[in-house]
């Protein structure tokens, strides 16, 4: 796998919110901040741009602009992104400023994502960006999700809805799912 020198890394909704157990549930991959830490410190050392996305909720809910679940994780709280995009819905290319806009204007074509949750936004903004013609990268182990119920009241697993969620990505061509640990050893590999 290669990195190119100018793959941005989209950090999506990785939000002090999330850690409300009592809102959203049982989450799974508890190593997916560390795996995140760990490609913000690649992007930061071979100077690749960094994006971050933040999702602003509906008022009263933990990802309120007025909440204190808004704030980004310490993680990620100390990073100087080249664009912060801030969204209302699930797709970070439906934020302000416009994020397909700015990496036409960079000449971005490789995007690396992880961030929260891994079904929902970060699934969202993959398929989109597959859709617009980026090379997508998924560590999907830099990715957490939820315990969710279906329509008809049954509980999915966390695990199995990352595990779908990478399914349904990889099976259809939206984007390569990979483990942090292969993005990293390309990053930090000379470009050819």
């Given at each position: 796998m290669d990195i190119a020198t100018d793959a941005a890394l989209l950090v999506i909704?990785?939000?002090?919110?999330?850690?409300?157990?009592?809102?959203?549930?049982?989450?799974?991959?508890?190593?997916?901040?560390?795996?995140?830490?760990?490609?913000?410190?690649?992007?930061?050392?071979?100077?690749?741009?960094?994006?971050?996305?933040?999702?602003?909720?509906?008022?009263?809910?933990?990802?309120?602009?007025?909440a204190p679940g808004h704030a980004l994780k310490p993680v990620v709280a100390g990073v100087e992104p080249a664009l912060l995009v801030r969204k209302t819905v699930n797709s970070a290319f439906y934020g302000t400023p416009d994020l397909h806009a700015w990496l036409g204007a960079a000449g971005v074509r490789q995007l690396v994502l992880c961030g929260i949750q891994t079904n929902m936004c970060v699934e969202t903004t993959a398929r989109m960006a597959g859709n617009l013609g980026y090379d997508v990268v998924l560590p999907v182990d830099a990715t957490h999700t939820f315990d969710l119920a279906g329509p008809d009241g049954t509980v999915v697993r966390a695990e199995d809805l990352a595990r779908a969620t990478a399914t349904n990505l990889h099976g259809g061509g939206f984007a390569r799912v990979v483990a942090t640990a292969d993005v990293l050893a390309a990053a930090e590999r000379p470009a050819a």
């Open positions: 909704d990785v939000q002090q919110g999330f850690d409300d157990a009592g809102f959203w549930g049982r989450r799974d991959n508890p190593d997916a901040e560390g795996n995140i830490g760990a490609l913000l410190a690649a992007w930061r050392r071979t100077g690749r741009p960094v994006v971050v996305v933040q999702h602003v909720s509906a008022p009263g809910r933990p990802l309120a602009a007025d």
